[in-house]
C-alpha cells in the first residue's frame, strides 16, 4: 500500500479442480488476509505480475489473457493480450496489449539502454 507501506499481495482466482481462473484478480492485506480489492479482468487470468509504474511510482498489476475469437471458426487460436490495472483502485485497465498470440507469463523489468 503507496499511503502506509503495508505488504499487498495479488492473486487470481479458481473456481475449479481444473485451477482455471474465475477471471479476477484479488489483492489481499499480508497481515491481516482481508481481500482489500477485487479486480474483474473479464477472461481467465493466465499470468499475473506486479510492478511499480516508471513514470509515477505508482503500484500496477500487469495480466495475461488468452481471447477466444469468436468471429472465426473454432479451431483458431486464442488472441493474447496483456492488461495492466491500478493496483490500488482496481477498475477498468490503464493499459491493453494485443500480443497476438497465446500469453503463458510476464516478466517486467526496466531497459538498461533508457
Do not use: M, Q
Amino acid at each position: 500500500d503507496p499511503a502506509t507501506g503495508a505488504l499487498r499481495v495479488a492473486t487470481t482466482a479458481g473456481d475449479d479442480e481444473y485451477y482455471r481462473s474465475d477471471g479476477t484478480i484479488r489483492v489481499w492485506d499480508a497481515e491481516t488476509g482481508d481481500v482489500l480489492l477485487v479486480i474483474d479482468v473479464g477472461s481467465e487470468v493466465k499470468a499475473l505480475v506486479a510492478f511499480a509504474d516508471p513514470a509515477t511510482g505508482a503500484p500496477r498489476l500487469a495480466c495475461g489473457v488468452n481471447i477466444e475469437d469468436s468471429d472465426s471458426d473454432s479451431d483458431s487460436e486464442p488472441i493474447g493480450e496483456v492488461r495492466v490495472f491500478d493496483a490500488v483502485a482496481g477498475g477498468e485497465p490503464l493499459v491493453v496489449i494485443d500480443v497476438g498470440s497465446d500469453v503463458h507469463a510476464l516478466a517486467f523489468f526496466t531497459d538498461p539502454a533508457t
